[in-house]
């Protein structure tokens, strides 16, 4: 199994998925800075990972605090809490954690090196209950499948795999599921343009655990659909609102409606913690924009006119009458009962 966010001899070991699948690196992460640099430039990336790694960014922000005030020591947390927030907007689990980190900081009795020592065990209980997490939405997934007496081949977008959490993957974790039950046939990867997380890291992670996966381009999708190539789609999510509507990579949106006309169920897989129960609808979903050499430039090649402008958005969001299912750790939910999951919770 991998794991793209672990804690080890005092630092936080990243695995590099910008060099993937070209080259496995590991960074290693010592300063609050650094981590929040390396979640902005996607060193790691996926709403689930960002979230842990931001907690351990937390930690050593608060190691790098000298105090033993109390309250210059809370002060100096809440300006490590603003830096790590204002990498990714879009993602609420790294606001989740940063949330669940300054809330243990300010209810921890005792002194500095003792709220820090609890702020680490913290971190490390987010980092174990997001991979327990994602195991059971992986297994509530393949039950929410289609039953059918064939094979499932299921298409995904983006990368929702270990690699994008604590470990065992959402929508992926799903796909690991089906794949330990016998029911899954094939993947089918949606590449993801711009930065091509389907092609580099999905296929990368079926690969590694001998799951039959096939990339295609994004604007594949509904040829395959008409051709009845695909059973089910299963995604992840960055954030959904209170109505299910969705937040996730972009290029989402699109899938869903060429599933919707086609009658392919599609499905969210995603931790209650990316539910964001303060939004009422994805019209409130903050949605980053990124810089546009993701559009113009592959490599070192440009491949656009000089002269031409750019609109590079993240994530797009998908409305909740075009999902099926949305798949939590508490099980899977029409987008319109999502207070049964917060309820359960």
């Known amino acids: 199994m991998l794991y793209p966010v672990v804690w080890q001899n005092n630092s936080v070991l990243l695995i590099d998925q910008t060099r993937l699948p070209g080259e496995y690196a590991v960074v290693e992460i010592h300063r609050s800075a650094d981590m929040a640099e390396a979640i902005r430039t996607m060193i790691v990336r996926g ?18 605090i000298e105090t033993s005030d109390r309250t210059e020591f809370l002060n100096g947390l809440e300006k490590v809490a603003q830096l790590l927030r204002s990498t990714r907007p879009t993602a609420v689990n790294l606001f989740w954690a940063i949330g669940r980190m300054m809330q243990t900081a300010y209810e921890t009795l005792g002194t500095i090196t003792e709220i820090q020592q609890t702020l680490l065990e913290t971190a490390q209980t987010i980092n174990a209950e997001d ?130 006309a086609h009658n392919v169920p599609f499905f969210v897989a995603a931790p209650v913690s990316t539910i964001d129960f303060t939004l009422a609808e994805g019209s409130q979903i903050p949605i980053e924009e990124r810089h546009p050499s993701e559009i113009y430039q592959v490599g070192e090649t440009i491949i656009t006119p000089s002269g031409v402008e750019y609109y590079n958005p993240a994530f797009d969001v998908t409305p909740a009458n075009l999902i099926t299912a949305i798949i939590t750790e508490n099980g899977a939910f029409s987008p319109g009962d999502l207070v049964k999951c917060q309820n359960n919770s």
């Not at 709403?47 to 790098?64: K, N, Q, S």
């Not at 959490?165 to 330990?180: E, I």
């Open 131 to 260: 991979i327990q997490t994602c195991q059971a939405i992986g297994d509530h997934g393949f039950r929410a499948l289609p039953k059918t007496p064939e094979k499932l081949i299921i298409l995904t977008h983006c990368n929702a795999g270990a690699l994008a959490t604590a470990g065992y993957g959402t929508a992926l974790g799903v796909v690991r599921s089906a794949w330990r039950e016998g029911r899954l046939a094939r993947v089918f990867a949606d590449e993801t343009r711009p930065r091509l997380q389907g092609a580099k890291l999905t296929a990368w992670e079926c690969v590694q655990e001998g799951i039959p996966v096939t990339v295609i381009t994004d604007n594949m999708a509904a040829h395959c659909m008409k051709q009845g190539l695909i059973d089910a789609v299963v995604v992840g999510a960055d954030r959904i609102a209170a109505n299910g509507d969705t937040a996730n990579k972009i290029g989402t949106y699109s899938l869903a409606i060429v599933a919707k």
């Open 47 to 64: 709403a689930p990972a960002i979230g842990v790694a931001a907690a351990y960014g937390m930690y050593l922000g608060a190691r790098e």
